[in-house]
């Protein structure tokens, strides 16, 4: 079946730092790809998102390429800053829920702190 | 995009109580979902709330824990029934943009249950 998976965490980085967050995925044929970002005592935000192979999701320094060849998302941030510290989760849609809408297949997520 | 308010965003409850959880959506969404996220893992999804039909649960789900309302296009309840410790989780309500847009995810709620 469909799966996401994470790079365990968490990951501790420097200011200024670059961010890798490696996520592969499983799937049928295509699907839109996400990355959900939650910060401290909040809910999930989605991050960003890439519809279709070879698209880049960019958002707030942030960007992920969607790449068929490696079945790959992976996260990445040139120059982490402190408020990036959150848990980000790797997400596609994957099939139907027993309602018969999309279910979507989230990965463990991973810890992100960044210090000072 | 829509904006969800969910409340409470957190409570620390009795074992054998029930909690109720709103969310309040500021626009109209076909489908509400109800995700609960353990102590340090990932999204598991609870059930599926279909505006005037009954709620589709997930396996290992059931109507009689976990009570859902949907009233109308955009309101949804989870009621967590006669609790117990292990159901101390962040509950999250969320609304589906489409299969290309993701999710949008109220704040949640930190239920603890002592």
């Known amino acids: 079946g469909d799966s996401v998976t994470q790079m365990e965490g968490p990951v501790t980085l420097s200011e200024e730092a670059f961010l890798t967050i490696n996520c592969t995925y499983t799937?049928?044929?295509?699907?839109?790809l996400f990355w959900y970002v939650q910060y401290p005592g909040e809910g999930l935000q989605l991050l960003l998102k890439?519809?279709?192979?070879?698209d880049k999701g960019s958002n707030k320094g942030f960007e992920a390429t969607y790449r068929k060849e490696t079945t790959s998302f992976h996260l990445e941030k040139g120059s982490v800053q402190v408020s990036d510290s959150a848990v980000y989760f790797c997400a596609l849609p994957s099939s139907r829920s027993t309602s018969g809408t999309y279910k979507y297949i989230f990965g463990t997520g991973t810890r992100l702190k960044v210090l000072a | 995009s829509a904006v969800i308010s969910q409340k409470p965003s957190r409570d620390i409850c009795q074992r054998g109580t029930s909690l109720t959880i709103q969310c309040q959506v500021d626009?109209?969404?076909?489908?509400m979902f109800w995700y609960r996220q353990q102590p340090g893992q990932s999204l598991t999804l609870i059930a599926t709330?279909?505006?005037?039909?009954?709620?589709?649960?997930e396996s290992g789900f059931v109507i009689d824990k976990f009570p859902i309302s949907r009233p109308n296009l955009t309101f949804s309840t989870l009621t967590v029934s006669n609790m117990s410790p292990e159901d101390s989780s962040i509950y999250l309500c969320s609304a589906d943009r489409g299969i290309n847009y993701g999710y949008t995810f109220g704040s949640g709620t930190r239920l603890t249950v002592v």
């Open positions: 709330a279909n505006q005037g039909s009954e709620a589709t649960y």
């Open positions: 890439a519809t279709k192979a070879d």
């Open positions: 799937a049928t044929g295509y699907p839109s």
């Open positions: 626009s109209q969404v076909t489908m």
